[in-house]
């Protein structure tokens, strides 16, 4: 889950993947240990898990998910042994039967108005490391500059910029934000690029999957509600 195009409206509960080369690169960098518990709080179809497991089939992987939609796939992977099990609900309602640092790692990719809190609620519930796919700029944001300063995360930059949707970024840059992590903490890192043909390729695959995240089709249904609404 993230942003789409600058000019398309944000919603929190909308499908964003996460490209697997985004996390691909993230692994080159840093090392989980053997055998660790990871969870997705945000982790819809369970792309990124399915990542993860591809590339690490040691780790043990957990997912939270707020839409029933999305509960055929997280259970299909479940099925094939690809995450040890998962929830569908609100996770800040769900984590308050979470255990104090109950798993190793969280690893998502948060909606970015509730960034904080997801940060928050997974530094209690994480022994070793909270890390979350965000906006470079949400290091840079006034009203967030004290906790920033207490919380110091490091910083793995991601010098291409993601798409999540196919049809284009939302212009800035992204980071791995790992917090909790006392050996990286407040130090920063880039890693290394991705080929454009990588990138262009999921982004094709990714717009046949979801047409109708098309700005121009987006922007179209928008004009026609707005219309709507004035005629009555």
Same mark, same amino acid.
């Given at each position: 889950m993230s942003a789409t195009g600058r000019s398309d409206a944000r919603r929190d509960a909308d499908h964003y993947e996460t490209p697997p080369w985004t996390v691909e690169r993230f692994l080159e960098f840093?090392?989980?240990?053997?055998?660790?518990?990871?969870?997705?709080?945000?982790?819809?179809?369970?792309?990124l898990l399915a990542t993860l497991k591809r590339l690490r089939p040691d780790l043990?992987?957990?997912?939270?998910?707020?839409?029933?939609?999305c509960e055929s796939a997280l259970a299909a992977l479940e099925a094939a042994g690809i995450i040890e099990g998962y929830a569908i609900g609100d996770f800040f309602a769900l984590a308050k039967s979470i255990e104090d640092e109950f798993f190793?790692?969280?690893?998502?990719?948060?909606?970015?108005?509730?960034?904080?809190?997801?940060?928050?609620?997974?530094?209690?519930?994480?022994?070793?490391?909270?890390?979350?796919?965000?906006?470079?700029?949400?290091?840079?944001?006034?009203?967030?500059r004290d906790w920033t300063w207490e919380t110091r995360p490091g910083a793995l930059i991601v010098p291409n910029r993601p798409s999540f949707t196919g049809w284009g970024g939302d212009a800035t840059e992204y980071a791995w934000l790992?917090?909790?992590?006392?050996?990286?903490?407040?130090?920063?890192?880039?890693?290394?690029?991705?080929?454009? $043909?990588?990138? /262009? =390729?999921?982004?094709? !695959? #990714?717009?046949?999957?979801?047409?109708?995240?098309?700005?121009?089709?987006?922007?179209?249904?928008? $004009?026609?509600? /707005? =219309?709507?609404?004035? !005629? #009555?």
């Open positions: 840093y090392r989980l240990p053997e055998g660790a518990s990871v969870l997705d709080p945000c982790a819809a179809n369970g792309e043990k992987l957990y997912a939270i998910e707020l839409r029933p939609e190793d790692y969280v690893l998502t990719n948060p909606p970015y108005s509730l960034a904080r809190e997801f940060i928050t609620e997974g530094n209690r519930i994480t022994r070793f490391g909270n890390i979350h796919l965000l906006r470079l700029n949400f290091l840079g944001a006034q009203k967030r790992i917090y909790k992590d006392l050996s990286v903490r407040g130090t920063w890192d880039i890693l290394s690029l991705t080929p454009d $043909d990588v990138i /262009e =390729a999921w982004n094709a !695959a #990714a717009r046949a999957r979801f047409p109708e995240m098309n700005p121009k089709v987006r922007r179209a249904a928008k $004009d026609a509600l /707005e =219309a709507l609404a004035e !005629a #009555a």
